[in-house]
């Protein structure tokens, strides 16, 4: 996203936000926008103790009998006794990375019940941050349609998290998967692709015994 006035304010106006909305959408909106209503505010720093920060991811593997079991998991980096991972009977990639997001949404508003706490959720799966951050208005306004037409996928758990969003800022931040890097968005992703991988295998080898 390209931080200039123009499309700041293009940005804005089509989604009828005001600042503090803007960070539903992602990082970087969050900066332009306070700079551009003339604010001071900043985005707090997720590597900082204090933040609430996740980091969500599934898999998936195919039985043999056709279908697919799978798991998910979410890491809360700085609060780690609040790590979940949970076995999945039927599910598809998509769904599961959507569950691992529905259910940090859940643990930060058990956490924070004024939704006023900003929320980082990084995941690697592109199509759960951008249906969130770019396509999910879109769909409301056209009754869960497609531009193509189709039924959304997913449409019960994209309806609940935004339930569960509620009015909290979240930071819905992309991360790319397996890139054997060390910084810490790739550790803390690469964690939670571990605990979810072990998840849908444990789910699959019950499957085959």
Wanted: aromatic share 12%; net charge negative.
């Amino acid at each position: 996203m390209c931080l200039n006035y123009d499309k700041a304010t293009a940005f804005l106006n089509r989604n009828n936000l005001e600042v503090t909305s803007s960070l539903t959408y992602d990082q970087e909106a969050c900066y332009f926008a306070y700079n551009l209503r003339g604010g001071t505010m900043r985005c707090p720093d997720p590597k900082h103790p204090n933040q609430m920060v996740a980091f969500c991811d599934g898999n998936t593997l195919r039985k043999e009998q056709g279908g697919c079991v799978g798991g998910y998991a979410y890491i809360f980096p700085h609060d780690q006794e609040y790590t979940v991972v949970r076995s999945l009977e039927r599910t598809t990639n998509n769904r599961a990375e959507c569950l691992a997001a529905l259910t940090a949404l859940s643990y930060a508003n058990a956490r924070d019940f004024s939704q006023s706490i900003v929320l980082y959720i990084y995941s690697d799966s592109k199509v759960l941050i951008d249906s969130m951050t770019k396509w999910i208005y879109d769909w409301q306004d056209n009754g869960w349609l497609t531009v193509w037409g189709t039924s959304v996928r997913n449409r019960d758990i994209l309806e609940l998290m935004l339930e569960l969003q509620g009015p909290r800022p979240v930071v819905w931040q992309h991360v790319e998967a397996h890139t054997n890097k060390r910084n810490w968005e790739s550790f803390w992703n690469s964690f939670a692709d571990g605990h979810a991988r072990r998840a849908a295998r444990t789910i699959y080898e019950n499957n085959v015994e």
